[in-house]
C-alpha cells in the first residue's frame, strides 16, 4: 500500500523510483560517514543468504530449522480473461526458504523490522522491503543514520516487518513468525519478548486473539532501534505474497470465530468505499442494487472489530469484492467458499488467490476490467491504487454462473 494521499496516488510510480534513488545516495554517504556515527551507524554492508552467515564467525549468527524452497504446484485459476500471466509467474511458484536467526547482540531499525548484526551487517532475507532491487535500496539508508537505539535486556523475537501497518500483512507475515520461532529453535521460550508493532487497535486485540497477548512486548516504533543480548528473527513467512499452507493453515488455527458466531451462510460483498484512487468500484451503487437481490449483503470490514470479521468471513459462502487488505478475511472463510475477486488492468495481484488454494474445496474466479493487452506478461502492475471502472451487468454475470454452479439458483434468485 502507497502512503501517498488518494489525490496523488497516480504519480507513485514516480515517487516511488525518486524515493529509491534518494535512497542509494544518501546510503553512499551514510556509509561513508559510519565512524561519526558510533551506535547509530547504518549497516556497513549485509549478507545477502542466511548461508553466508557461516563465512561471518566474528557475528556469532546462527541459523535455525532451515527448510529449502517448496514447489506450490498450484494450477492457475479460471477468470477473465482466461489464461492472465499474474496467476502463472515463474518467479511464484516457489515458496522459499524457512528458517530462524539467532543474531547475538543484534539491533532491530524501527519501522521496517530489519536486522543489523553487531559488526553492523544487514540480513537480506530477514529484512525485505518492497519495489527495491538491491539491499542499497532499503529505506532505513534514507535516514542517514539508524535511530536512537534502546538496549533490551534477554531475548527478543522479531515480529515486525515491512507492511506491518497493513492488515495483510500482519496476518501472514506478522503473526505467523512465532509459530516458526517455537517450531524451529531449540529450547525457544514460550513466553519471549516479541517486537511488535502495537500502532493500531486492531494490531493488539489480533496479537490477543491468537493466543499470544500475555508474552511482553517492545513496540515497533520507527523512532527506536532496539538492541538484545538476541535478537531471534524467523524469515518472513509470505515475503512473496504466496500464501504456503503452513502460513494460511496457522492462521486459521490461532484466529478462530467466536463461540457464538452465527453460521448461517453468508453472500458477501466486501466494499472498498466511494473514495477516488482507492481501488474502489467506480459504479458501486449500480453493483451493491444487482448484489443486494441476489441476497448478498455489503460488508466494509474496516468498521468492524477483528474479532466481528472473523466470525463474519466464517460463514461466508461466497466473497464478492475488489483487489483489497479486507480480502485478507478470506482465511477464515469455511471450506468451499466461492471468491470473486475485481481488478484494474493496470493491477492484477495472485495473492488472495494463493489464500484461497490454502483452503479446502474453495473456488476462486478473478474478472479484470480494461485492455490487458496494454499490461502484458511482465509489466509493472504498479498502478496499485487505481480504480476499477467494470460494468455492473459484466460483474452479476460472473455471479449468477457462480450460484448456479454452487445451488442452481436462477439469475437474480
Not at 114 to 136: C, H, M
Not at 212 to 224: I, Q, R, S
Not at 240 to 251: K, N, R, T
Not at 339 to 356: D, G, R
Request: hydrophobic share 40%; proline share 10%.
Amino acid at each position: 500500500m502507497s502512503k501517498l494521499p488518494s489525490r496523488l496516488q497516480p504519480f507513485w510510480p514516480v515517487a516511488k523510483r525518486v524515493h529509491r534513488l534518494l535512497t542509494l545516495v544518501v546510503g553512499v554517504v551514510g556509509r561513508a560517514l559510519r565512524p561519526l556515527a558510533g551506535a547509530r551507524a547504518v549497516p556497513r554492508g549485509a549478507v545477502a543468504t542466511v548461508g553466508d552467515w557461516a563465512a561471518r564467525p566474528e557475528d556469532g549468527v546462527l541459523v535455525h530449522g532451515w527448510r529449502p524452497p517448496t514447489p506450490l504446484g498450484r494450477t492457475p485459476p479460471p477468470g477473465e480473461p482466461s489464461a492472465h500471466w499474474v496467476f502463472s509467474r515463474a518467479d511464484r511458484t516457489v515458496a522459499p526458504a524457512t528458517f530462524c536467526l539467532e543474531v547475538p547482540d543484534g539491533t532491530v531499525v524501527g519501522g521496517t523490522g530489519a536486522v543489523v548484526s553487531r559488526s553492523g551487517l544487514l540480513d537480506v532475507e530477514t529484512s525485505p522491503y518492497f519495489g527495491t532491487s538491491t539491499w542499497r535500496e532499503h529505506p532505513l539508508f534514507l535516514r542517514g543514520r539508524l535511530p536512537p537505539v534502546t538496549r533490551v535486556p534477554g531475548d527478543v523475537l522479531v515480529l515486525a516487518t515491512r507492511g506491518s501497518a497493513n492488515y495483510y500483512h500482519f496476518l501472514t507475515d506478522v503473526l505467523p513468525r512465532i509459530g516458526d520461532y517455537l517450531e524451529r529453535v531449540p529450547g525457544a521460550d514460550p513466553e519471549v519478548t516479541l517486537l511488535v508493532p502495537q500502532e493500531r487497535a486492531w494490531q493488539r486485540t489480533l496479537l490477543e486473539i491468537a493466543g499470544y497477548g500475555h508474552l511482553p512486548t517492545v513496540t515497533d516504533d520507527p523512532a527506536v532501534s532496539v538492541r538484545a543480548e538476541r535478537v531471534f528473527a524467523p524469515s518472513v513467512p509470505n515475503v512473496l505474497e504466496v500464501a504456503p499452507q503452513p502460513v494460511v493453515s496457522w492462521v486459521r488455527e490461532h484466529l478462530t470465530p467466536s463461540v457464538d458466531a452465527d453460521p448461517t451462510p453468508r453472500r458477501l460483498y466486501v466494499t472498498r468505499g466511494a473514495v477516488p484512487n482507492t481501488r474502489r468500484v467506480v459504479r458501486e451503487d449500480e453493483l451493491r442494487e444487482g448484489l443486494l437481490a441476489r441476497g448478498f449483503e455489503v460488508v466494509e470490514p474496516g468498521s468492524l472489530s477483528p474479532q466481528e470479521q472473523i466470525d463474519t468471513f466464517s460463514a461466508a459462502e461466497m466473497v464478492v469484492g475488489p483487489h483489497g487488505a479486507a480480502l485478507t478475511n478470506l482465511l477464515f472463510a469455511p471450506a468451499g467458499v466461492t471468491v470473486l475477486e475485481l481488478f484494474t488492468a493496470a493491477y492484477v495481484n495472485q495473492c488472495y488467490w494463493s489464500i484461497s488454494c490454502g483452503i479446502p474445496e474453495a473456488h476462486y474466479e478473478y474478472l479484470v476490467d480494461g485492455d490487458v493487452t496494454r499490461h502484458g506478461d511482465g509489466s509493472a502492475m504498479n498502478a496499485i491504487l487505481a480504480d476499477i471502472a467494470v460494468d455492473p451487468a459484466r460483474v452479476l454475470a460472473v455471479v449468477d454462473r457462480l450460484l448456479a454452479e454452487r445451488h442452481g439458483v436462477r439469475p437474480g434468485g
